[in-house]
């Protein structure tokens, strides 16, 4: 018999669907006394920080071994539940040499107001900034993680189902299938299977689905506590298909700045500076 890795080493990155040393409960309708919906949204509510400034660093694994690297600088600001505004972020690229300067930007707006994202990008050669006309499938130079996969996700989105708790590693967690009820081209899978803690609700894995409900790729995350903020440490993110892997560590973290609304504008993609 073949010894199976176990979820959360490195090993798994080359049999990212293969766990062991799960004890499985019978599933229900509810564990305790929540729901799916109660569950997810508790791990969509983390709480991030008013804002933040933080240094991504992409190391993207090909297939055939080759590697490349990202380096990323990135902004981020979050919105009060009054505002229609959702986020802003706004992100410039500082490796490889022949990106640097090139700056991309995007505002989210609540579900509520049914409007689509504004996106932004400043690339040096053409010198000036270009409203993009729709979401872009990838903005990290082929790094498998889209914008969709890296910011909180509405839970009225979705339909939520409880499949079981799993215990790993002496760790509880809850088993949470999530299906979206309306198809939408920003996220474009079948289902999301996510690994959420029972004890901070924090999500540590996630499978996306694609179109015809196969798995498509596997995403771990560990989380750093920085002041009374949750915020991703690090990222392994495996597409099963291509073997493509990326590993995202994220540095140089820092929690409510005082980024204001000044800060996120087509001026600061120019200058490449955020007042």
């Known amino acids: 018999m073949v010894k199976k890795p176990k979820l959360f080493t490195g090993i798994w990155l080359f049999m990212p669907f293969a766990i062991v040393g799960l004890a499985l409960t019978t599933p229900s309708a509810t564990y305790g006394e929540l729901s799916a919906d109660q569950i997810v949204a508790k791990s969509e509510d983390v709480y991030p920080g008013l804002d933040q400034q933080s240094k991504l660093t992409f190391i993207i694994k090909e297939a055939d071994g080759a590697e490349r690297k990202v380096i990323l600088r990135r902004y981020w600001k979050n919105y009060s539940r009054d505002s229609e505004v959702d986020s802003k972020v706004l992100v410039f690229h500082e490796y490889p040499p022949d990106t640097k300067g090139t700056a991309f930007m995007v505002w989210t707006y609540k579900s509520s107001t049914q409007k689509p994202e504004d996106m932004w990008i400043y690339l040096p050669i053409l010198r000036k900034v270009q409203k993009l006309p729709e979401h872009p499938d990838e903005i990290f130079s082929g790094a498998n993680l889209k914008p969709a996969d890296m910011i909180p996700r ?21 088993v949470v299938e999530s299906t979206p009820k309306i198809k939408n081209s920003n996220f474009n899978y079948s289902k999301v299977v996510k690994w959420v803690k029972k004890n901070d609700f924090l999500k540590e894995r996630v499978d996306y689905y694609d179109t015809d409900g196969a798995l498509l790729k596997t995403q771990l995350i560990t989380w750093k506590k920085t002041k009374d903020a949750y915020v991703w440490e690090k990222v392994i993110l495996t597409n099963v298909k291509t073997d493509v892997q990326t590993i995202l560590n994220i540095s140089d973290i820092e929690i409510d700045t005082g980024l204001t609304d000044g800060s996120f504008t087509e001026r600061s993609m120019l200058t490449g500076r955020v007042r």
């Open 154 to 174: 509405d839970v009225s989105l979705d339909r939520h189902k409880l499949l079981r708790e799993e215990t790993i590693e002496n760790q509880q967690y809850y």
